[in-house]
Structures are given as C-alpha cells and as structure tokens.
T-cell receptor
Framework: DGGITQSPKYLFRKEGQNVTLSCEQN?????MYWYRQDPGQGLRLIYY???????QKGDIAEGYSVSREKKESFPLTVTSAQKNPTAFYLC????????????FGSGTQLSVL | GESVGLHLPTLSVQEGDNSIINCAYS??????FIWYKQESGKGPQFIID?????DKRQGQRVTVLLNKTVKHLSLQIAATQPGDSAVYFC?????????????FGIGTKLQVIP
C-alpha cells in the first residue's frame, strides 16, 4: 500500500527535551510538508521541502528543525525552544505538479509532561 | 487527534438528510479549492476538489459549489450516513506555488444523528 506513515502516534515531551517525529512516504513524492493543528485553528505550516537536501521555513518554524536526507523521509524535531509544543502534528506530501493532491499521514499527538 | 473537533462550528444532521457545509475565503487570487474530511485521531482525507473555472463538481454523494463572486465554497453531502461524522475543512490555493501557499479553514464538525 502506498502512503505516508507517521510515528509515533502519541509522544510525550519533558521540559528541556528535544523530540523527533518520524514521517516516511513511499509515494515517490518530491514535496513534503509538516503542519501543526491546534483547536479552533486551520493547519499551519511549519516546514516544507520541495526536493531532497533542501527545505524551507513555513509560517511557524521557530522552535522546530527538519532534515531531508532521503526523498522518502522528512523527520521533524521539536526542540526545547518551542515553548508551546502540545498539538497534533501532520506530515503531508505531494507531487510537484500544479493542483496535485496533498496526501496526509495519520498524525502524531505531542503532549508535554 | 484528541484536539481536533474542539471549539469548532458544529452541524448536526439526521441520518439520511442532506448536509451542507460552508467555507468563505478571502484571497480572490485562489484558483484551486479542496475539501478534506478528518476523523478523530486521524489525518485529513481528500474528498473533492474544484478549480476556479468551474462552479460545480460532483463526486460520489458529494457536490462542491464555488461562488467566486462572494468568495464562497460549499460541500453538499447527500443522504448523510453515520460514517460521515467527522470534521470537514476547506483549503484554497493560489495559481502558482506548491502547497506551501495553501490556506486551510478551521473546519466544521459534522454530527450525524442516527
């Protein structure tokens, strides 16, 4: 089955700790995205990558970091600098063609202990 | 996840009735519009899309209507079923650029009453 796999489904972060959320896709998509979802708000873009070894900040990149060493993988690290990390994090991917569909993973719920 | 669905507009519909979910957009340059369905604890799923050169598009039990004059998008679900219960949100995109240019709506929670 082709798709996007996010892990873990639930993650807990302690004070001062960095945590990494995994995102893997086998759709052969060039572009990958990380969104944050909070109650009462639309999805907000954290980081995106249009090609391997390249990524760009989105609207709310502060306190987060990413890497794109392989086409199929786009991990997101939530650093200790992110003071309000509790949210539902969604990874997505698409082809680099106008109006191609955006496919989402099943999400990771991050909570602070 | 568990945070999805809180503080959202809610639409309650009797099973078998039709549902209409609305979305307003502000950027008149948007030319591609998408509806997503998100069940609790899951990622959004694509439902249907429409381009700005159309005003109506139909899928299986769903219809999307686009009114560019008033910048309004709606999703109609025919014969609503319990499995349709979810949060539905719209997204709109300008003609250039990838999904980094997309704006997502906050969503509407659809509750189907058996």
């Amino acid at each position: 089955d082709g798709g996007i796999t996010q892990s873990p489904k639930y993650l807990f972060r302690k004070e001062g700790q960095n945590v990494t959320l995994s995102c893997e896709q086998n759709l052969n998509h060039d572009a990958m995205y990380w969104y944050r979802q909070d109650p009462g708000q639309g999805l907000r873009l954290i980081y995106y990558s249009q090609i391997v070894n390249d990524f760009q900040k989105g609207d709310i990149a502060e306190g987060y970091s990413v890497s794109r060493e392989k086409k199929e993988s786009f991990p997101l690290t939530v650093t200790s600098a992110q003071k309000n990390p509790t949210a539902f994090y969604l990874c997505a991917s698409s082809r680099q063609i106008p109006n191609e569909k955006l496919f989402f993973g099943s999400g990771t719920q991050l909570s602070v202990l | 996840g568990e945070s999805v669905g809180l503080h959202l507009p809610t639409l309650s519909v009797q099973e078998g009735d039709n549902s209409i979910i609305n979305c307003a957009y502000s950027n008149s340059a948007s030319d591609y519009f998408i509806w997503y369905k998100q069940e609790s604890g899951k990622g959004p799923q694509f439902i249907i899309d429409i381009r700005s050169n159309m005003d109506k598009r139909q899928g299986q039990r769903v219809t999307v209507l686009l009114n560019k004059t008033v910048k309004h998008l709606s999703l109609q679900i025919a014969a609503t079923q319990p499995g349709d219960s979810a949060v539905y949100f719209c997204a709109f995109k300008p003609p250039t650029g990838g999904y980094q240019k997309v704006t997502f709506g906050i969503g509407t929670k659809l509750q189907v009453i058996p």
